[in-house]
């Protein structure tokens, strides 16, 4: 058993100066043929018995879940003697704050193994899911629970969240408790290369929230959005969530992001196997060894590290590029979201044809688009006339174009193009995957949403 797998001497070192700060971003450069693609995917755990949401101690709760997943070789990550997480070959499984159940993949070389991946992980979610009575849902916002509803998980730098969310925004309860996503990790050549990449994916992001929008139930009527979770986000926290304007202004780069960085409050300090609550101060103070809370200490590395993981805009830079525009779903599109920015970014001809796409949008262009996509979706209108749904074909093409010249195949010869089918059918049909659960919901169920757990589990 282990404890954070963060804990290294490196991660240990002391920040000296501007320089070691910057060393994150650029430690994630990587040359072409090194590139890889970390996926990330997160669903709700059920009782099926009564649909409810178990605790972390019950019998049949989530530590019985973890504990079971060690027979498939997973080691379990320990925080004051609870598991809560497990490390293994396909990456880390860890709890969001309710016990929704999240696969941080390993960093794979090709969808091919993204999917199977993604497979395997499930396939083991069920077995032992089957035995404890659990089932798993794969949408964006918990349809029925409320809040009070909910159990929290025994993870100390949840508590510190909890308590600072409704001081600066009023869904961010929401967006820890009731929420899901499935997001991608991708690398980077160089800091231009950084910027370049940063751009289209922030630019683009709203085209992934139309076309994963999951989320248009809210406690068992629908809440009027097609993507009730990316709306969540505009009233989580504005210090640490958005558009990011300043990533699309000439000299955009890793000084600029870090000035952005920095100028976050924080919410946690980690040391000796605890978290200290250090919400809303200035990681600038904890530089000069000021942090009211440890005087006269000074960050390491690893503090700068879970720093940037609190920081939620819609692309977010770590050593790595993460996208977060999309919302849950199911196994299809766990391995379209990735198949998506992997097209438009890991081919440098698709992603000058991405950045043609949106490069003359204007910041307060750009902000309104993503304010009206979790409304709206693919209706939502964008700059020059037409509509989301127009640019999402477009988008999607030159993924699947970007995805052939890459040309990396399974053992039946296929290249990875075929994993954006989920998506094609959206942009053929006009219908998200929100529109489609709203019509079961006011048709074939006839309002009852307990039949989402008959028809949206995996």
């Not at 497990?86 to 969808?111: K, M, V």
């Not at 919400?279 to 809370?293: C, N, R, V």
């Not at 309104?368 to 964008?382: G, Y």
């Not at 998200?432 to 028809?455: F, M, Q």
Request: charged letters at 25%.
């Amino acid at each position: 058993m282990t404890q954070r797998t963060d804990d290294t001497p490196e991660t240990h070192r002391m920040i000296e100066s501007r320089d070691d700060l910057l060393a994150v971003f650029a430690k994630g450069e990587k040359p072409q043929e090194r590139w890889r693609i970390g996926t990330e995917h997160e669903k709700f755990v059920y009782r099926v018995a009564d649909h409810r949401a178990p605790s972390y101690d019950e019998a049949g709760g989530i530590r019985d879940l973890l504990n079971g997943l060690t027979e498939y070789g997973w080691e379990p990550v320990l925080e004051n003697g609870n598991a809560i997480a497990l490390s293994g070959p396909d990456g880390t499984i860890s709890l969001e704050p309710a016990g929704q159940f999240e696969l941080s993949g390993a960093a794979l070389e090709n969808l091919h193994q993204t999917c199977a991946e993604a497979g395997r992980h499930l396939n083991q979610c069920k077995a032992v899911g089957e035995k404890l009575g659990i089932g798993f849902l794969g949408v964006g916002m918990w349809p029925d629970k409320t809040r009070g509803e909910l159990p929290i998980m025994p993870k100390g730098r949840y508590a510190i969240m909890l308590n600072y969310m409704p001081k600066v925004g009023s869904l961010g309860l929401d967006m820890m408790l009731r929420t899901c996503t499935i997001q991608v990790n991708l690398d980077y050549s160089s800091e231009a290369d950084m910027a370049k990449k940063f751009r289209v994916g922030l630019a683009l992001q709203p085209v992934a929230t139309a076309l994963f929008a999951n989320s248009p139930l809210t406690e068992g009527k629908p809440n009027g959005y097609r993507s009730f979770r990316s709306h969540i986000w505009e009233d989580t926290d504005a210090d640490r969530t958005g558009m990011l304007p300043f990533v699309f202004e000439d000299g955009f780069g890793y000084e600029r992001y870090l000035d952005y960085a920095l100028n976050v409050p924080m919410y946690f300090v980690y040391r000796d196997g605890k978290y200290i609550d250090v919400a809303g101060e200035s990681f600038h103070a904890f530089l000069d060894g000021k942090l009211p809370q440890l005087p006269g200490e000074k960050p390491r590395r690893s503090d700068f590290v879970d720093h940037l993981s609190t920081i939620f805009p819609e692309v977010r830079l770590k050593s790595f590029l993460e996208m977060r525009g999309a919302d849950g779903g199911r196994w299809g599109k766990i391995c379209a979201l990735p198949a998506l920015w992997v097209g438009l970014l890991y081919d440098s001809q698709a992603l000058d044809a991405a950045w043609d796409l949106v490069k003359d949008w204007t910041i307060e262009e750009r902000s309104q688009v993503r304010h009206d996509v979790p409304k709206l979706a693919l209706k939502t209108s964008v700059p020059g006339g037409g509509t989301v749904h127009d640019l999402a074909r477009q988008v999607l093409d030159i993924a699947s174009d970007g995805l052939s010249r890459r040309a990396r195949l399974n053992s039946a010869g296929d290249n990875e193009s075929g994993f954006l089918d989920p998506l094609h059918e959206v942009v053929a049909t006009g219908v998200t995957p929100a529109d489609r659960l709203l019509d079961k919901y006011e048709n074939e169920w006839n309002g009852d949403v307990s039949r989402i757990y008959e028809e949206f589990s995996f």
